[in-house]
């Protein structure tokens, strides 16, 4: 009886060992393939998020700065008017200028003229106009050159403006460009008080569409490390000690404790002004993982179920293999026992180490099948970084087709205009190749807007931007100059009479074109040339202004072509 025992512990001990080798083997084998795979896609996951999260900030700080920089060009431009330079700075007409311009961008809460002593002339809506600012740090600087101020609670006008979101503090960003004389002397500065919610808004409109979607977070840093927004962590919330804006992304731990997957890209500097903020993104790196935490648990699960299926064929396999064996041991007891004739086992073993084999083999089978599907899995993986890439791209086109676009017409915007116009003024100075410019104002525009409405407004531009489009050469660069004021680029024309031709063809166009719910409009043109005397792209601006104006003074509804002295 003892001997039976030993005999059947030893054969459940060989089973045993062969179930658990296999097994063991089976499952070591699927654990290090998963591994490795997860690893491989945490890499690539996480440089994935990384270069989205980067390119993310990217388009948001350059499409800040261009729309920073569009401001502070619109306040130089402003201030370089004939009604700022040579006009009373009291003027109802001055408040009606402020007041439409303010209307036709509503990024602005506040703008206003003051004199050379700092006291405010006029101003949109009649807001601190008497007011003396002359300490404030935007008429200091404006004095010398155009300023961009860095964000700043509201002084003067947090009780005279409304606050869109009570739950925070009125914040503005400041625009500011002295008003000087024809002689070049101080007359008084023209500031502007932006919103601080635009610029948040700037950024939001980018990274939200994009990453927000994926638990991304995004937040305005200053120079310090200091949180701009969002406004809940001003104060609270600073920047890891180890950020570094030259790395395209990191995983950063912040002051709450958690390890973000981090992505901080620098404001370009705006009118020679380094505002030094940083638009920083962040995203929680167990969400940002969270794909491949649940591919590795998958993997797991499925190494385990193969693992458990293994076990059960290799202990069907040693049972099989074993019986040979006991047979032996049978036998050997009969003769011990002299219990009768022993029973031998045959040659039939050989044909279990075959089906052994066979098991094997179908073993390996199934593990090279779990490696090809694994295989497929990191291909599929590697297919959607660069289907999302791709997607990346088109969006960055897209992006880059608005920033030089007018949303309103679909001609070039004012963006565009400056970039040609300073190509042509660099060509002509190196070449001699000549060029003139038109600018072209809506006759009583605002008329239009206050009796039909913005809208009838809009319709209306649309059609004066097809007319005018129309009426041009194919060689000819058409542009919205901003609200009802349009400019030309013609290039190489023959003479003057030739560039006044072109005008006349647009203003009789215009004037004898159907605008719905308006009836008739008319336009008037201002021409200048480029002339050998010019200093910079501004001085044929400011002729061509000049003469839109002397058009205006003449009764509109003509074309005034400025002469080189002008």
Request: include cysteine; charged fraction near 20%.
């Amino acid at each position: 009886m003892k001997t039976t025992d030993k005999a059947n512990g030893s054969r459940q001990s060989f089973r045993g060992q062969l179930t658990l080798l296999f097994g063991g083997l089976s499952l070591a084998s699927l654990l290090g393939v998963g591994v490795y795979v997860g690893h491989i896609a945490t890499g690539e996951l996480a440089r994935f998020g990384g270069e989205l999260l980067h390119t993310s900030a990217r388009s948001a700080a350059d499409l800040l700065a261009t729309n920073l920089r569009e401001r502070a060009q619109e306040i130089d431009l402003l201030r370089q008017l004939a009604l700022f330079t040579r006009g009373d700075l009291s003027a109802q007409e001055m408040r009606q200028a402020l007041d439409l311009r303010k209307t036709t961008h509503n990024e602005y809460a506040w703008i206003g003229v003051t004199d050379a002593s700092g006291r405010v002339t006029q101003a949109t809506d009649g807001v601190l106009v008497g007011a003396q600012v002359e300490h404030r740090p935007w008429f200091q600087s404006a004095r010398s050159g155009l300023f961009v101020g860095d964000v700043h609670e509201a002084v003067l006008l947090a009780k005279q403006l409304p606050n869109r979101n009570p739950d925070q503090p009125l914040r503005f960003i400041d625009f500011a460009a002295p008003i000087l004389d024809e002689q070049g002397q101080l007359r008084g500065v023209l500031g502007a008080h932006a919103h601080w919610s635009w610029v948040t808004e700037t950024v939001e409109s980018i990274v939200v569409n994009r990453v927000g979607q994926h638990g991304a977070e995004v937040l305005i840093a200053d120079k310090a490390g200091h949180i701009l927004y969002p406004f809940q962590h001003a104060g609270l919330l600073n920047l890891p000690a180890g950020a570094s804006p030259q790395a395209q992304s990191e995983r950063l731990q912040w002051s709450d404790g958690a390890e973000y997957l981090t992505s901080m890209v620098e404001i370009p500097t705006v009118a020679h002004t380094d505002l030094g903020w940083r638009i920083v993104l962040r995203q929680p790196l167990d969400k940002a993982l969270a794909p491949v935490k649940a591919l590795r648990q998958q993997l797991i699960l499925l190494g385990l179920l193969t693992a458990l299926a293994c076990a059960l064929v290799a202990y069907r396999l040693a049972a099989r293999i074993s019986r040979p064996i006991e047979q032996l041991a049978r036998a050997a007891r009969m003769i011990e026992n002299r219990a009768g004739t022993p029973v031998y086992p045959g040659d039939e073993h050989a044909s279990e180490i075959t089906q052994l084999n066979h098991s094997f083999q179908s073993m390996t089978a199934s593990l090279l099948e779990r490696e090809r599907e694994l295989s497929q899995l990191n291909i599929s993986l590697e297919a959607q970084v660069a289907e999302r890439t791709q997607a990346l791209h088109r969006a960055n086109q897209e992006l880059e087709n608005l920033a030089i676009h007018d949303a309103l017409t679909g001609l070039y915007n004012r963006r565009r205009f400056d970039e040609k116009l300073r190509e042509y003024v660099q060509l002509f100075q190196r070449t001699g190749r000549t060029f003139a410019l038109l600018v072209i104002d809506a006759d009583h525009f605002k008329h239009v807007n206050d009796h039909h409405g913005h809208q009838a407004g809009d319709a209306v531009l649309q059609q004066l931007a097809q007319v005018i489009s129309g009426s041009v050469r194919i060689t000819d660069f058409v542009a919205r100059y901003g609200g009802e004021e349009f400019v030309v680029l013609l290039p190489e024309p023959q003479d003057r009479q030739e560039g006044r031709v072109v005008a006349e063809k647009i203003r009789v166009a215009v004037s004898q074109s159907h605008f719905p719910a308006v009836g008739q409009l008319t336009v008037s043109l201002g021409m200048s040339f480029c002339s050998l005397k010019d200093t910079s792209e501004t001085d044929i601006v400011q002729r061509a202004d000049q003469a839109l104006y002397q058009a205006k003074q003449q009764g509109r509804n003509q074309v005034v072509v400025a002469t080189e002295s002008a």
